[in-house]
Nanobody, 123 residues
Framework: VQLQASGGGWVQPGGSLRLSCAASGFTLDDYAIGWFRQAPGKAREGVSCIKGAGGTTYYADSVKGRFTISRDNAKNTVYLQMNSLKPEDTAVYYC?????????????????WGQGTLVTVSS
């Protein structure tokens, strides 16, 4: 099981970025996939997750209405579209996979983690 996160970069406040999480060694339907972030000096926190054939989703309150998680099964990739970005969204973003498909934003429920991709929101 491998996860490869990409798409981070620098963006001005109010801008948008789309992160990608490419999965290999498993199919997305068999796992819940979560996005997490960790800002300097802070604990890692859950942002959003998706699971199931129907693509059930869940969001942290801090990103609800601004971020959208989606999945392309043909590409075995999960995306995180981030709009209306704020400086407080600055963090290293990670994707992770949960074999029990619990649709959780708790870090301890995830079995596999990708490397992070840095998102910087500043003017």
């Amino acid at each position: 099981v491998q996860l490869q996160a990409s798409g981070g970069g620098w963006v001005q406040p109010g801008g948008s970025l789309r992160l990608s999480c490419a999965a290999s060694g498993f199919t997305l339907d068999d796992y819940a996939i979560g996005w997490f972030r960790q800002a300097p000096g802070k604990a890692r926190e859950g942002v959003s997750c998706i699971k199931g054939a129907g693509g059930t989703t869940y969001y942290a309150d801090s990103v609800k209405g601004r971020f959208t998680i989606s999945r392309d099964n043909a590409k075995n990739t999960v995306y995180l579209q981030m709009n209306s970005l704020k400086p407080e969204d600055t963090a290293v973003y990670y994707c992770a996979a949960d074999s029990r498909k619990r649709l959780s934003l708790k870090t301890w429920t995830y079995d596999y983690w990708g490397q992070g991709t840095l998102v910087t929101v500043s003017s």
